[in-house]
């Protein structure tokens, strides 16, 4: 998510080195690849994208990202017909990352989302926000965002892209299963075991004290990728 979130401190971030850097693109892929951040950089043109961010703690953001949509890359290394699903690792390094001697988590992060979830051209692989490289702390030196789906869906600091056939196990719904599903799409009607998600309370307006507004379906993005589910049972696939 933004900022101080489920993962690393934004205070130890300075110590994160982000060059060199590559990411390995593998798994149910007809050209696997290892690239590094300057050809993922030249990849496909980058484009700002202003983007709702939805955190599943109840509050929200409004980020402009720069990137391209994730599918180009993956469209580059060409899905084998077998490929269902992709499945996201970030960095894990202890000697820079202090945090991941906890044990809260089965390191290292990962996410995944359906292929065509993933396809999906709102699904970004960010390098910027508000007009700069991303800072550490907000996943640098790339990470995805997928803007219809609870922030910490949006895998930061990636180092691999794993094309699958099965379903990848998730960090947090490894963690905990009653409380974080694999799909994880905003939902107001599907409440965290602990706290309602029908509001949210926007970064930026008023203070600690606004009023909270109404949480969208898909985060507001319905229209653009309600067919994605169609004639699932949102509850249930959570």
């Not at 101080?4 to 693109?25: F, H, M, Q, S, Y």
């Not at 703690?57 to 077998?82: D, F, T």
């Not at 907000?138 to 965002?145: E, Q, T």
Request: with cysteine; proline share 6%.
């Amino acid at each position: 998510e933004f900022g101080l979130d489920k993962g690393e401190p934004a205070r130890n971030a300075g110590t994160l080195k982000t060059r060199p850097w590559t990411v390995r693109i593998e798994g149910l892929v007809q050209k696997p690849q290892t690239l590094d951040i300057d050809s993922l950089l030249k990849l496909s043109a980058q484009e700002e994208r202003i983007y709702r961010l939805r955190c599943v703690e109840g509050w929200s953001m409004v980020i402009p990202w720069v990137g391209y949509s994730l599918s180009e890359l993956l469209k580059n290394v060409q899905p084998l017909s077998s490929a269902k699903y992709v499945e996201f690792v970030t960095l894990a390094d202890k000697a820079q990352m202090p945090g991941l001697r906890s044990g809260v988590l089965d390191w290292p992060y990962t996410e995944g989302l359906r292929l065509d979830e993933a396809m999906h051209p709102l699904t970004l692989l960010a390098f910027g926000m508000y007009g700069e490289v991303l800072p550490n702390q907000n996943g640098a030196p790339v990470r995805l965002v997928v803007p219809w789906k609870y922030g910490f869906k949006s895998a930061k600091s990636l180092v691999a892209i794993r094309l699958t056939d099965k379903e990848p196990g998730t960090a947090w719904n490894k963690a905990a299963r009653n409380e974080y599903g694999f799909y994880s799409n905003v939902n107001p009607e599907v409440d965290h075991p602990r706290w309602s998600q029908a509001t949210e309370r926007r970064i930026g307006e008023g203070g600690l004290f606004a009023k909270k507004r109404k949480t969208l379906m898909f985060n507001g993005y319905g229209d653009q990728v309600a067919q994605l589910y169609a004639g699932m049972d949102l509850k249930k696939f959570y």
